[in-house]
């Protein structure tokens, strides 16, 4: 059976007539059927629309009964049994956002099979579609695939940007440190490797080409013969050489001799090269082990945001906190609401940032994040969740960026602690916003001390929170204020002596 639906939010439809629960009802009260449906047609029904007849049928009658068959076959998940599958697209039809932070709804198996056994109603087109279309509005599966769309930023913290089009990318070169630092890991050792292995090449074919000008190649065994290159017959002694020369090896059978200066230069050029090589590639191999951004990991956020009432207020809180005993040094945390608008001009701005504040005017945003922390934003005058309600926010799109910034405790070393600044990121969208919630206590006293209990870290529980927005209810306060005061006024001037 078709779902109920709301008249006031959809109009009035015609419904379905109840249908039998065999199909074998049809073959003795065939002709009362017909009759019966000659006399409906003859008689006005209240409610419904006036809609044009195609070949003699009524909107919401249908002539002929589906069988059984039909009846199982043809349900599927999202769309109605009696709803018509939706009309193949063009291989090369392509699907354009309705929104900055839209995508394309990724197709479902399930719209996209047809029964092959399925009944047809003779019902108008226009009107069909419109009520197949609202019940597919009203299905989860649809509803949780129009949700299905690109993040800003990821909930690990990952900012889902590409950059392309950059026409000046010696800029990257100019700073080669930060460059290498960046790469992926494979991509880091390959450069790690080729540094060494193109030095000695290098080097290892200068050694050669060096001993096969003087003659020390042709003279080996000549006791006589006093050469600039020991040992040097081919060009991978010559190799071996370079190699044993940048990491002092020094085995002793191949070596430079002062007989010749440009052996002593070459020797000289290769161990500064080779000091710089190992100072570079050992230093930004450090820094990527040892980068905050590890640091972030261990560094948690809820997986929903809540909004219910604190103090009076109407407040969006999460929940943040640190897995490690080591904590974080001057723990600062800020949000980000990426929205996009049009302005009064006509002007479209595609996601646009602006701050939320979580208490950066009294201080509660320095955190000293030593236990799991709910991080309240009040949402007032200067919010832009001002006059949002429970109902308007399952029609927004919107993402909100929390940032959490903090120095790595270090082991006693100030300047060391100075340039360890972590920052962990995670996005909340609309969907993950919970209206009516608040967050489970998860700290107890255990023998002395505090127990975290991080199982219950993500728990929320329902609470009474009224759906209108932060605006509706602060003006229903000031109106019942007034009416108070109206009537202690009144009830003042009863009481006075004439």
């Not at 934003?377 to 903090?406: C, K, T, Y």
Request: glycine fraction near 6%; aromatic fraction near 8%; charged fraction near 20%.
């Amino acid at each position: 059976p078709r779902p109920p639906t709301a008249p006031s939010r959809y109009g009035a439809f015609p419904q379905k007539s109840d249908l039998p629960a065999t199909p074998g009802a049809l073959g003795e009260d065939g002709r009362q059927q017909a009759a019966a449906t000659t006399a409906k047609r003859s008689t006005p029904m209240p409610n419904y629309p006036s809609a044009p007849r195609h070949s003699g049928f009524v909107p919401g009658e249908p002539s002929l009964l589906p069988s059984r068959g039909s009846l199982t076959t043809q349900h599927h998940r999202g769309r109605p049994s009696w709803c018509p599958p939706p009309a193949p697209q063009e291989a090369g039809a392509r699907l354009y956002p309705l929104h900055a932070l839209s995508v394309a709804n990724i197709p479902n198996s399930s719209h996209g099979k047809t029964s092959a056994r399925s009944s047809t109603i003779p019902t108008p087109e226009g009107l069909q579609s419109r009520r197949c279309k609202l019940l597919e509005e009203d299905s989860p599966m649809v509803q949780a695939s129009k949700r299905q769309r690109q993040r800003y930023v990821t909930k690990v913290g990952k900012c889902q940007v590409n950059l392309g089009n950059i026409q000046d990318k010696k800029r990257f070169l100019s700073d080669i440190f930060t460059t290498i630092v960046d790469l992926k890991y494979r991509w880091f050792l390959f450069v790690f490797m080729m540094c060494y292995v193109i030095t000695w090449v290098v080097f290892g074919f200068i050694y050669f080409f060096d001993a096969w000008v003087r003659g020390d190649v042709g003279h080996q065994g000549d006791p006589e013969w006093r050469a600039c290159i020991e040992n040097v017959d081919g060009f991978v002694s010559a190799l071996l050489l370079s190699v044993e020369s940048q990491r002092t090896i020094g085995y002793g059978t191949r070596m430079v001799t002062a007989n010749c200066a440009e052996g002593v230069i070459l020797l000289i050029a290769q161990s500064i090269v080779g000091s710089m090589i190992d100072a570079m590639m050992v230093g930004c191999m450090f820094v990527k082990i040892s980068r905050p951004k590890k640091r972030a990991q261990t560094l948690i956020f809820s997986k929903n945001c809540v909004i219910s009432r604190r103090d009076e207020k109407l407040c969006l809180m999460f929940r943040v906190g640190d897995l490690r005993e080591s904590h974080m040094v001057d723990a600062k945390i800020r949000a980000k609401l990426i929205k996009s608008r049009q302005t009064a001009e006509g002007e479209f701005i595609p996601l646009e940032q602006s701050e939320l504040n979580l208490g950066y005017d009294t201080g509660e945003d320095r955190l000293f994040l030593v236990e799991p922390q709910i991080i309240c934003h009040v949402i007032n005058r200067h919010s832009p969740f001002w006059d949002m309600s429970a109902e308007s926010l399952r029609r927004e799109q919107f993402e909100i960026i929390i940032i959490l910034e903090g120095i790595v405790e270090a082991t006693g070393n100030p300047c060391l602690a100075a340039g360890m600044t972590c920052q962990a990121r995670t996005s909340y969208t609309e969907d993950e916003i919970l209206w009516g919630y608040r967050f489970e206590p998860c700290m107890s006293l255990e023998k002395g001390a505090f127990q975290v209990d991080y199982s219950r870290f993500e728990m929320t529980f329902e609470v009474q929170t009224p759906a209108a927005s932060a605006k509706e209810l602060h003006e229903l306060k000031e109106l019942e204020q007034q009416e108070h005061s109206t009537l202690s006024l009144y009830w003042d001037h009863l009481l006075q002596p004439c």
